[in-house]
């Protein structure tokens, strides 16, 4: 099964108030199925995001399987959202363009596929996928949170000194799941080198 109907197929066991009209956003306004994951790191190529959201539902359903997660019984319908969803902002995000790359075999500048980045929602990484998200479901707080949190220390907040992040992590297990889960699934599973 591809990556977009098992995508599909976990959103629509969803069962939440207009999530009918989420997927219809997802599969005909964004480019969720195509678009890569990042412009030059994990998952930088089309399709990646899709991939890298599945990878990270699969990396979260095995740490639900460990002592240190197994005891809080998340609820699969906000597992599936967030670990499918936590990305969201990155959906009509990047786009394919050229630059010159120089070749090291042959010392040679060639012309290579690139991503550019236009940010159209400049909200902050997970702020903008809880924002895109809400215009069509509600979420929990507990998603939410998870959500908005994912990055972790990667998060510009964090790293601006800000420590809320800690706060959500003491409270909300599920959200340090889904870090743990997106960072296993960055590092760990396809990942693409830049050229």
């Not at 099964?1 to 005909?28: F, G, P, T």
């Not at 070749?103 to 924002?131: A, F, K, L, R």
């Amino acid at each position: 099964m591809d990556n977009k109907q098992a995508i599909l197929e976990l959103l629509n066991s969803v069962k939440r108030r207009n999530m009918y009209i989420l997927i219809k956003w997802i599969e005909e306004d964004t480019d969720f199925f195509t678009a890569p994951a990042s412009s030059k790191f994990h998952g930088n190529y089309k399709g990646g995001l899709a991939e890298h959201c599945m990878d990270t539902y699969q990396c979260f359903l095995q740490l639900m399987e460990t002592p240190q997660f197994k005891k809080y019984d998340f609820p699969m319908e906000s597992v599936i959202l967030i670990t499918l969803l936590h990305d969201m902002c990155k959906t009509n995000f990047y786009f394919e363009t050229t630059r010159n790359w120089k070749n090291p075999d042959t010392g040679q500048w060639e012309q290579v596929p690139y991503y550019e980045i236009v940010d159209s929602h400049p909200y902050g990484h997970g702020e903008c996928s809880v924002m895109l998200i809400s215009d069509y479901i509600k979420l929990t707080t507990e998603e939410k949170y998870a959500i908005r949190w994912h990055q972790g220390g990667f998060d510009k907040l964090v790293q601006a000194g800000d420590f809320t992040v800690n706060r959500v992590f003491e409270v909300s297990p599920i959200s340090v799941c889904l870090h743990i889960a997106d960072m296993m699934a960055t590092y760990t599973c396809n990942r693409k080198q830049e050229k």
